[in-house]
Nanobody, 120 residues
């Protein structure tokens, strides 16, 4: 059974940093596209960052929402079945529950989410 567990959320001051982690089990992690979404109170869930499986020349491609480009970095460790989201220069508008997602063809798995609060 597929399982995704997020960790690393918390309370941070504006301008601070956090590193989110998502541990995966129960499926072939290396084949899946991995994504981070977030949902703020009263708002729809939005895609924050995504990373492809490793392909030709062991390269994985990442993409980001415009609102986080240059501040957030997604990376994956297939040996540990883990995907990370490094978040720098955090802003109050980054406050949300952050969800990990694994996607491949008809398989679509979600974690329970981790709360990130950016406040002074």
């Amino acid at each position: 059974q597929a399982h995704l567990v997020e960790s690393g959320g918390g309370l941070v001051q504006p301008g601070g940093s956090l590193r989110l982690s998502c541990a995966a089990s129960g499926f072939t992690f290396s084949k899946f596209h991995m994504k981070w979404y977030r949902q703020a109170p009263g708002k729809e869930r939005e895609l924050v960052a995504a990373i492809t499986p490793f392909g030709y020349l062991s390269t994985a491609y990442a993409d980001y929402a415009d609102s986080v480009k240059g501040r957030f970095t997604i990376d994956r460790d297939n040996a540990k079945n883990t995907v990370h989201l490094d978040m720098n220069d955090l802003k109050p508008e980054d406050t949300a529950v952050y969800y990990c997602n694994a996607l491949l063809d008809g398989a679509d798995y979600w974690g329970q989410g981790t709360q990130v609060t950016v406040s002074s």
